[in-house]
């Protein structure tokens, strides 16, 4: 059974302070469209540039993960991502007035209970989960991190383990089976930090927003009377002490193993940075959040892997054409010997699909290589621009008045040789939708199964009649 896409019903707001830039923020969860994902905007700054949820925008992970894109960005941003993961929402548009995500109590629960508030729609679009392969692991043997992400066809479990050689802390595990038990287990367990790494935060004025209630402090030293009263001038409370539990008073543990509970929160807002739902069961030992993005950025490329495996089509070279040779020649100004497309497979208004007949023939091989012949990578490029060629000039009524230029080639990239006797067939697919005559179109070059040759093309159709 499918599963349908989520946004949420109508715009919610909610306000609070950036645990490390102290400063006054307002976080707006907006309905988003089907496939937009996870995104921010900055309204408080000109453009209000957009900022994707992606582990590949990541670009600091030392106190939280932080994401930059289009000259913008925004931090602190696992707490919220994982609230949208846990209640299983696809598609929120999250506007900001400041760069840092509000801190609230350091979990992630009143995040679930804003949105809840306005509740979820469902959408037209099928949810397209991840399901994890086979088992993915990942380490950094120094900080003695091991995570790995196992099958698991039904469902997205977690289980993470904490160890951080203290008396206090000891060895903890959380682990939920499911995602339907991150609001009851999950979602209200706070950060933490040790009294050591706070008194530098404080030293490097790097927790403005901090006011100890919305942090574990975990005491791993010796701390006498005179350190405590400091700390409480420093947070404006009349006095602090040491819990039995070994943590400062300020609050009361909501869970025993607490810590353990929010690394497991953090895993799940930082993997929601590989971009797509998974499905599979993972395993966390001490992981971070440096570790998190390292093992997102590897899951994802084994999904966009995947992926270009799966868009990979063989056809049939003898398949009827929609435009043979001569065809083509009524369409295209080209003409041997650089008239480089023979047939024309397929054609739809967002793809196309063509076919070269690589032959001994061809007068390239004259001079390029004659005792050991190979097609020249520059005539592939320029094969695949002429089949994306046919797919413009499919917009126009009269395409034998129009010719096709080249604006820009990126990403080129030749996988294997392509050599006489090979039929090299093309497909074109449109990045973006045609515009005043330019479109954008990711290409790939395919001798049966394989590709050779892939590139991202812009071209715009001119008149010359």
Same mark, same amino acid.
């Given at each position: 059974?499918?599963?349908?896409?989520?946004?949420?019903?109508?715009?919610?707001?909610?306000?609070?302070?950036?645990?490390?830039?102290?400063?006054?923020?307002?976080?707006?969860?907006?309905?988003?469209?089907?496939?937009?994902?996870?995104?921010?905007?900055?309204?408080?700054?000109?453009?209000?540039?957009?900022?994707?949820?992606?582990?590949?925008?990541?670009?600091?992970?030392?106190?939280?993960?932080?994401?930059?894109?289009?000259?913008?960005?925004?931090?602190?941003?696992?707490?919220?991502?994982?609230?949208?993961?846990?209640?299983?929402?696809?598609?929120?548009?999250?506007?900001?007035?400041?760069?840092?995500?509000?801190?609230?109590?350091?979990?992630?629960?009143?995040?679930?209970?804003?949105?809840?508030?306005?509740?979820?729609?469902?959408?037209?679009?099928?949810?397209?989960?991840?399901?994890?392969?086979?088992?993915?692991?990942?380490?950094?043997?120094?900080?003695?991190?091991?995570?790995?992400?196992?099958?698991?066809?039904?469902?997205?479990?977690?289980?993470?383990?904490?160890?951080?050689?203290?008396?206090?802390?000891?060895?903890?595990?959380?682990?939920?089976?499911?995602?339907?038990?991150?609001?009851?287990?999950?979602?209200?367990?706070?950060?933490?930090?040790?009294?050591?790494?706070?008194?530098?935060?404080?030293?490097?004025?790097?927790?403005?927003?901090?006011?100890?209630?919305?942090?574990?402090?975990?005491?791993?030293?010796?701390?006498?009377?005179?350190?405590?009263?400091?700390?409480?001038?420093?947070?404006?409370?009349?006095?602090?002490?040491?819990?039995?539990?070994?943590?400062?008073? @300020?609050?009361?543990?909501?869970?025993?193993?607490?810590?353990?509970?929010?690394?497991?929160?953090?895993?799940?807002?930082?993997?929601?940075?590989?971009?797509?739902?998974?499905?599979?069961?993972?395993?966390?030992?001490?992981?971070?959040?440096?570790?998190?993005?390292?093992?997102?950025?590897?899951?994802?490329?084994?999904?966009?892997?995947?992926?270009?495996?799966?868009?990979?089509?063989?056809?049939?070279? @003898?398949?009827?054409?929609?435009?043979?040779?001569?065809?083509?020649?009524?369409?295209?100004?080209?003409?041997?010997?650089?008239?480089?497309?023979?047939?024309?497979?397929?054609?739809?208004?967002?793809?196309?699909?063509?076919?070269?007949?690589?032959?001994? @023939?061809?007068?390239?091989?004259?001079?390029?290589?004659?005792?050991?012949?190979?097609?020249?990578?520059?005539?592939?490029?320029?094969?695949?621009?002429?089949?994306?060629?046919?797919?413009?000039?499919?917009?126009?009524?009269?395409?034998?008045?129009?010719?096709?230029?080249?604006?820009?080639?990126?990403?080129?990239?030749?996988?294997?040789?392509?050599?006489?006797?090979?039929?090299?067939?093309?497909?074109?697919?449109?990045?973006?939708?045609?515009?005043?005559?330019?479109?954008?179109?990711?290409?790939?070059?395919?001798?049966?199964?394989?590709?050779?040759?892939?590139?991202?093309?812009?071209?715009?159709?001119?008149?010359?009649?």
């Amino acid at each position: 059974m499918n599963v349908k896409q989520r946004t949420i019903k109508a715009p919610v707001s909610i306000s609070g302070v950036g645990l490390h830039t102290g400063q006054n923020v307002t976080m707006t969860f907006n309905p988003a469209p089907e496939k937009h994902g996870y995104k921010f905007r900055r309204v408080d700054l000109p453009g209000q540039p957009v900022i994707d949820a992606d582990c590949d925008n990541v670009t600091d992970t030392s106190r939280g993960t932080t994401l930059t894109q289009n000259g913008a960005s925004v931090s602190t941003v696992e707490h919220v991502l994982a609230a949208l993961v846990g209640l299983e929402i696809d598609n929120v548009l999250i506007d900001m007035d400041a760069q840092e995500t509000p801190i609230m109590d350091g979990s992630s629960i009143q995040f679930i209970t804003a949105i809840e508030e306005t509740g979820t729609v469902e959408q037209d679009a099928d949810r397209e989960y991840y399901h994890i392969p086979y088992n993915i692991h990942y380490s950094e043997p120094d900080r003695k991190v091991d995570m790995v992400a196992m099958p698991l066809d039904d469902d997205y479990r977690f289980t993470c383990m904490v160890d951080y050689n203290s008396q206090v802390l000891g060895s903890q595990h959380a682990t939920i089976s499911s995602l339907k038990e991150f609001k009851k287990e999950i979602a209200s367990s706070r950060t933490f930090c040790f009294l050591h790494e706070l008194e530098m935060l404080v030293k490097h004025d790097l927790i403005k927003g901090g006011d100890l209630n919305n942090a574990i402090v975990v005491v791993d030293k010796d701390v006498d009377q005179e350190e405590l009263s400091h700390l409480a001038k420093l947070f404006n409370r009349k006095d602090i002490n040491v819990a039995p539990q070994g943590i400062l008073n @300020n609050i009361e543990l909501r869970h025993q193993n607490e810590p353990a509970r929010h690394k497991l929160l953090d895993m799940i807002g930082d993997l929601a940075l590989v971009g797509v739902p998974l499905k599979g069961h993972i395993m966390a030992a001490r992981p971070g959040h440096a570790a998190n993005v390292a093992f997102a950025k590897k899951i994802k490329a084994l999904i966009k892997k995947e992926r270009s495996r799966k868009h990979v089509k063989v056809y049939d070279p @003898n398949m009827k054409p929609v435009y043979d040779t001569v065809q083509i020649m009524e369409i295209l100004p080209h003409r041997p010997p650089l008239l480089l497309v023979d047939k024309i497979l397929e054609l739809t208004k967002t793809h196309v699909v063509g076919l070269k007949a690589v032959t001994m @023939n061809e007068p390239f091989f004259v001079g390029h290589f004659p005792g050991a012949p190979v097609m020249p990578g520059v005539l592939q490029i320029e094969a695949m621009a002429q089949t994306g060629g046919i797919l413009v000039l499919n917009t126009v009524p009269d395409p034998e008045n129009w010719l096709t230029l080249f604006l820009k080639i990126e990403n080129a990239r030749f996988k294997d040789k392509v050599l006489p006797g090979d039929t090299l067939i093309f497909r074109c697919d449109l990045i973006a939708p045609i515009r005043r005559g330019i479109a954008q179109m990711k290409g790939i070059g395919m001798v049966g199964e394989k590709i050779v040759v892939e590139a991202e093309l812009m071209a715009q159709i001119v008149k010359y009649k």
